[in-house]
């Protein structure tokens, strides 16, 4: 089973300040680590995501994340934000073992709010 | 290029009413498909998921059930809605081989009164 921790519920952050938002997970297992965004009364869109390789990976919009094992984190991150950032962002994980139906275990969500 | 459709957008109902939410995914066979629900001010829970037609798991115990008639077809009901049952429901679909990622829905508001 998998867990995923987002710490921060709200982040204020100011026009073209840089911002990060925090995951955590747990799992007994490998995973994939995903970050979604969601406009309001919109579904999810994905922003980026880690399945191998390097633990740098870009994503739409301008932002990435880094996916540290030891740490068990996988922080998004933007150099400057916009004001069409402001949705809430969802950091998620699926088990990579083959066979498996890769459902998606979700953190509780970050609002972001970019501020004039 | 692969679309999916959730309907209907918005759906107020009464408690103890029935419910059937409907999810159509096209341009792809035999996709993964995934009921979730966002209940307000909280993450998304995974409600059932499906491999195939016929197949179905369920993630937690509820009043809903989920069916898949037809391939890209998925189908959220309940036979007697509660309060609890409000929250914004979302449809995904993903490839049975292949990508990892989930692709969303634009999802069904539905609020019990």
């Known amino acids: 089973a998998q867990s995923v921790t987002q710490l921060d519920s709200q982040v204020p952050v100011f026009e073209e300040a840089p911002v990060e938002l925090r995951c955590n997970y747990s799992s007994s297992v490998s995973v994939y680590l995903f970050w979604y965004v969601q406009y309001p009364n919109q579904g999810l869109q994905l922003l980026l995501k880690?399945?191998?390789?390097?633990?740098l990976v870009k994503g739409i919009n301008g932002f990435e994340a880094e996916f540290n094992k030891s740490q068990t984190s996988f922080h998004l991150r933007k150099p400057s934000v916009h004001i069409s950032d402001t949705a809430e962002y969802f950091c998620?994980?699926?088990?990579?073992?083959?066979?498996?139906?890769?459902?998606?275990?979700f953190g509780s969500g970050t609002q972001l709010t970019v501020l004039p | 290029s692969q679309t999916i459709h959730q309907w209907p957008a918005t759906l107020v109902q009464p408690v103890g009413s029935p419910l059937s939410l409907e999810c159509t995914v096209e341009?792809?066979?035999?996709?993964?498909l995934y009921w979730y629900r966002q209940a307000a001010g909280r993450g998304l829970q995974l409600l059932f998921y499906?491999?195939?037609?016929?197949?179905i798991s369920s993630e937690v115990p509820q009043n809903l059930s989920a069916s898949r008639p037809q391939d890209r077809q998925f189908i959220l009901s309940s036979k007697k809605l509660l309060l609890s049952d409000s929250g914004f429901y979302l449809c995904?679909?993903?490839?049975?081989?292949?990508?990892?990622?989930?692709?969303f829905g634009p999802g069904t508001r539905l609020l019990v009164l």
């Open positions: 998620a994980v699926s088990d990579r073992r083959s066979g498996s139906a890769r459902q998606l275990t």
């Open positions: 341009g792809t066979s035999n996709p993964n």
């Open positions: 499906s491999v195939g037609i016929g197949q």
């Open positions: 880690y399945l191998s390789g390097s633990t």
């Open positions: 995904a679909w993903r490839p049975a081989v292949g990508p990892e990622t989930q692709y």
